[in-house]
């Protein structure tokens, strides 16, 4: 009962850490990780959308912030839902990802066809994973951020509308 005593002054620091790392999680839970993205060009060519994937790492506290700020409402708002596909691409250990050609690759090597070594980066892709406007490396300004984010997306969609003839 003496250590029981002991603990409950620890128990009551732990608990809002944990429900602070439940809420962080929650944010961040509408971005969905790239397992195929062959099949996801062509769910974005059917329906003449852009591609917005994240090179990111789990652990990468710009990434988190990126989704937690940026990305999580994007996603939320369904403002973009209609022209924009989001995935990750996580750089996390030795995960594997089926590539826009069909292929099951290292998720690093898919990263580094890019020229994506920093996370977070963001790439503007299209149906073919090729990309449609300049990739978005780092934060530079974080007070700009989600505007310079969505510049890009609309150059991307205005991109793929020239490409497509719309």
């Known amino acids: 009962m003496k250590y029981l005593a002991a603990l409950f002054p620890v128990l009551l620091f732990i608990a809002p850490l944990h429900a602070d790392a439940e809420r962080e999680h929650a944010a961040l839970a509408p971005v969905t990780v790239a397992a195929n993205l062959q099949a996801d060009g062509e769910s974005a060519r059917k329906a003449r959308k852009a591609i917005l994937l994240l090179v990111s790492q789990e652990e990468c506290s710009y990434c988190i912030q990126i989704k937690r700020e940026v990305i999580g409402p994007m996603i939320r708002s369904g403002d973009y839902a209609d022209r924009l596909l989001i995935r990750e ?20 090597n898919v990263a580094y066809d890019y020229r994506a070594s920093v996370t977070p980066t963001l790439l503007f892709l299209d149906a073919d994973g090729k990309e449609l ?22 150059a991307a969609i205005e991109a793929l509308d020239s490409r497509s003839g719309h």
């Open 89 to 108: 691409l996580l750089l996390d250990g030795a995960s594997t990802v089926i590539d826009f050609q069909g292929v099951t690759r290292d998720s690093h």
């Open 133 to 154: 406007t300049a990739k978005m490396v780092g934060i530079q300004t974080p007070d700009m951020y989600y505007y310079y984010v969505d510049q890009s997306i609309q």
